[in-house]
């Protein structure tokens, strides 16, 4: 994502990224599905509670239909299954951060 020109942060599970302070700022997240401690599917649901929309793009090897649905109908920007290409994943963070 810095070589398309976007400032990025990373963090080893979503507890550090709550506890960053770094979710009121963020203007777009790439999740995965399979984290350590809270999964990517359950910090959207928390981050949705706190009424907080950021945008989010999911990226997953496990790309099944239900982790799919679930995070597209809670208002997932896109869900790609990994392997994917970089300019899919450009393309959805740059439809993202146009909302």
Request: include cysteine.
């Amino acid at each position: 994502m810095e070589s398309a020109g976007y400032a990025v942060e990373s963090f080893d599970s979503a507890e550090e990224f709550l506890a960053s302070g770094s979710a009121q700022k963020a203007a777009c997240l790439i999740l995965d599905v399979q984290l350590p401690g809270i999964t990517g599917l359950e910090l959207q649901e928390r981050l949705a509670g706190a009424d907080n929309r950021v945008p989010i793009v999911f990226v997953s090897a496990r790309g099944t239909r239900a982790n799919r649905e679930k995070a597209m109908r809670r208002g997932a920007t896109g869900f790609l299954s990994k392997p994917f290409r970089r300019d899919d994943l450009v393309r959805l963070v740059e439809a993202a951060t146009r909302r």
